[in-house]
Structures are given as C-alpha cells and as structure tokens.
C-alpha cells in the first residue's frame, strides 16, 4: 500500500504530481453548504449574499435534496405566492 494523496485521497501518488487540476482542489476545499435558497431567476427571496459556490459532491441532487430551505425564503415564498413552499420529507426524494 503506497501513501495517499493528500488533493484527492487516492493512494499511489502525492499531491506534488496529483492529476487533479488547481480548480478541483479550490473546490473540495469550499465548506459545505447549511440549507438551500430559493432562486426565481433575480436572486435569492431572502437576498443572501451567502457563497453561491459549493463543494462538487453537494451539487448532486441526492445530497443536496437532504439540508433545509432557508427559513427566511420560505417565509417571503409564502408573502409572494400565497401559499406554503411544498416540501417533499428527505425520505421521499
């Protein structure tokens, strides 16, 4: 068994000659996200400045559908549309 990569965690390398390109190391190192913004094309409801970015592994649906909407753009949601935000439980999905 060889050391592991310290920029992709495989083993057999180092991060010296890594293949994994400079983005893809700026990425893993984001944090991971606390809930989800509702966007309707002209920003964010709650008008969060928040990082936009995440980490790659949070972009998949599965992994995204499990943090909670922003409470805040539930709430102007509701004010808006006059009626609640639908959430389906994480169980569902």
Request: proline share 6%; net charge negative.
């Amino acid at each position: 068994m060889g050391r592991k990569c310290g920029a992709c965690g495989e083993e057999g390398h180092t991060a010296r000659n890594c293949k994994t390109t400079e983005e893809e190391r700026r990425l893993a190192k984001l944090p991971a996200p606390t809930k989800i913004h509702i966007s309707l094309g002209d920003g964010r409801l709650c008008q969060s400045e928040e990082a936009a970015e995440w980490p790659p592994h949070w972009l998949n649906d599965d992994m995204a559908k499990t943090l909670p909407v922003c409470q805040e753009c539930q709430e102007l949601y509701k004010e808006r549309f006059n009626r609640e935000l639908e959430l389906r439980p994480v169980d569902e999905v």
